[in-house]
C-alpha cells in the first residue's frame, strides 16, 4: 500500500504563506512610507501615533483578511510546487523564489482588496489622528529621542517596538531597543 500524502487545508495553505503578513506589509509600506502621514504620527507623539496605526491597522486586516486570504491561497496553490505544499507544517519561505511571484498574482487578482484596505487604514487613521492633541516637539520622540525619527525605517521600527501593555518591563523594552539603536542613532549621539 502507497503513502499518501493529504492535501493541505486552506487554513493550512495560509499559514504557510505567513497568514497576515503579505496583507499587513501592504498596509504598513502605504503608511509610513508617506511622508505627511509619519510627520502627523509625530504630531501627535510617537507613542499615541504609533498605537492609533496599530488600532486603524487591525481595524482593515481583520475586516479584508478574509477576501485577502482567498486571493493568498489561491496563488500558493497555483505557483508553489504541489511537493511542497503537501506534507508541510511550516511557513514557506516568502523571501524565497515565491514571494515575488505570488505577490504579484495576489496584485493581479486581488488589487482591490490591497487597495481597498489600504484606504480603509488612511482614512480611519487620519480621522483619529485629526482629533488627538498635538504633542510638544521635545516630548514627541518619546523614548527614541536619540533616533533618527525622520528616516521611515527608524519611525516604522520605532513603532514595532513601543511598548503597547503594561506586561512589557522596561528592561524588556530597552533590551529591544538597543538591538536597533546602532541603526537609528543620530550622528553624535
Known amino acids: 500500500m502507497a503513502w499518501q500524502i493529504r492535501a493541505p487545508t486552506d487554513d493550512e495553505v495560509a499559514r504557510m504563506g505567513g497568514d497576515e503578513f503579505l496583507l499587513r506589509r501592504a498596509i504598513t509600506d502605504a503608511i509610513f512610507g508617506d511622508d505627511a502621514m509619519r510627520q502627523e504620527l509625530m504630531r501627535v507623539g510617537l507613542e499615541r501615533g504609533c498605537l492609533l496605526v496599530r488600532d486603524a491597522r487591525r481595524g482593515a486586516i481583520d475586516r479584508y483578511w478574509p477576501a485577502f486570504r482567498q486571493h493568498l491561497v489561491s496563488a500558493m496553490r497555483a ?75 527608524a519611525i516604522e521600527t520605532a513603532c514595532d517596538l513601543m511598548p503597547i501593555s503594561e506586561d512589557v518591563s522596561p528592561e524588556a523594552f530597552e533590551s529591544s531597543k538597543r538591538a536597533f539603536d546602532r541603526f537609528n542613532r543620530r550622528q553624535g549621539d
Open 79 to 153: 505557483i508553489v510546487p504541489r511537493e511542497l505544499l503537501h506534507g508541510r507544517s511550516t511557513p514557506i519561505t516568502l523571501d524565497g523564489p515565491y514571494r515575488t511571484r505570488i505577490t504579484r498574482e495576489i496584485q493581479r487578482t486581488g488589487m482591490a482588496v490591497y487597495e481597498d484596505s489600504i484606504r480603509e487604514t488612511r482614512i480611519t487613521l487620519a480621522n483619529s489622528l485629526a482629533t488627538a492633541p498635538t504633542v510638544p516637539q521635545h516630548l514627541a520622540a518619546g523614548p527614541f529621542s536619540d533616533w533618527q525619527l525622520e528616516r521611515r525605517s
